[in-house]
Each structure stands twice: as C-alpha cells, then as structure tokens.
C-alpha cells in the first residue's frame, strides 16, 4: 500500500510541476497559436474533452485595489482535489502560485506589481481533470 501512496504522490508532483511550466510559457504560447492548446489546458469557453466540468473547475477571478483574489468552485477530497492556483503576466512573468492539500478551501490572492496594467493569465490545476485558465485585462 505504501507504494501505492508514493506514486500517487508522485504523480501528484508531476502534475503541479507540468502545470506551472506551462503557465509560465502560457502568455505567448496561447496568444501565437491558441489551437496548439486544445485539451492541453482548459477554459470556462474551451472545455475540450473535460465538457460538463467547467463550473467545477475554471477559475473565478476578481481584481480590485492592486490585488487578484482566485476562487475555483471544486469540492476538495482526498482523490480529487485542486493542487494550486498560479499567476502569471501578460509578458509570461510568473507572478506567484500557491499550493493546497485536500483539507484546503481553493482560494487564493495574490498582489500585483505597483501600477500595473495588461493581461493576467491565472491558471487552476485539478489533480484529475489538468490545468484550467482564466484570462483578465487590469
């Protein structure tokens, strides 16, 4: 059984990992060729084969008063849950990214830099059901 546990971990790690690189590369990447994306990462508009699972998984963004606060609409146990939530510039800039256990309600907020204006990409990683994204304009 310990075994088992292990390589849930792993792969757990794997999937964190995966999701934040490509959220670093994802403002230029996605803007160049957005069909190149399809069922690698997901939005509220392109579900791609995860369809019905949009309101369990994209992620609801508010920006106000230089702070972008990330709630996804997932239930958290110990088989499926939301892993992180990340942040990045319009510029492909990693902003931050925070991390959560199952235990942990989905919610997350971050600052953006003094003055900043552009794009935001924030991105939502479900341990089953990948990496889904949000797209802002501050």
């Given amino acids: 059984m ?3 546990l292990d ?3 792993r792969d757990m790690i794997v999937t964190a990992f995966t999701g ?3 959220i670093a590369a994802l403002p230029r990447q996605a803007k160049a ?5 399809t069922n690698v990462l997901y939005s509220q508009d392109n579900p791609g084969h995860w369809k019905g699972k949009e309101a369990g998984h994209a992620p609801v963004v508010v920006v106000s ?3 972008i606060s990330v709630r996804t609409n997932h239930p958290m146990t110990d088989a499926h849950y939301i892993v992180s939530h990340a942040v990045t510039l319009d ?3 990693f902003l931050d990214r925070k991390t959560f256990t199952p235990k942990d309600e989905p919610v ?3 600052a953006l830099p003094a003055g900043y204006k552009g794009g935001i990409t924030v991105a939502s990683t479900c341990n089953q059901h990948d990496v889904w994204i949000k797209e802002v304009k501050v």
């Avoid at 060729?33 to 994306?37: E, I």
């Fill in 2 to 4: 310990r075994k088992g």
């Fill in 33 to 37: 060729a957005p069909a190149s994306w």
């Fill in 20 to 22: 934040a690189a490509a």
């Fill in 7 to 9: 390589m849930k971990r």
């Fill in 91 to 93: 510029d492909g800039t």
């Fill in 65 to 67: 008063d230089g702070k």
């Fill in 108 to 110: 997350s907020e971050f």
